[in-house]
């Protein structure tokens, strides 16, 4: 998979995360993506904040401060409607290639 394939599946992420959850914070989002997939997948800080960045320059998401359950002031991150668009875009691609992998998993 290219690099772009790969930032591509976190932005993916990221946005069914969103879906699923009117406003999270960044932590917030990297929980609920560890819990959700039985601690199979991690996001990395180093990862997730520039493409939090990216997605609020794209208007897929908007933020806004506040604070957290535990009193801390933090960025909440929200869905907007371009970002449902690129959602939808986004699990199409996805579709397409886990057909592909799993076409290339049973010719072999």
Known sequence: MAKNDLQGTLELLILKTLAQNSSLHGYGIVLHI???????????????????HRMEQNQWVRSSWALTETNRRAKFYSLTA???????????????TVKGIQAVMQFA
């Open 82 to 96: 371009a970002g449902r668009k690129q959602l939808a875009i986004a699990e199409k691609s996805w579709e397409k």
């Open 34 to 52: 560890e819990r959700v997939s039985g601690e199979l997948l991690r996001v990395e800080e180093g990862s997730l904040y520039p493409a939090l």
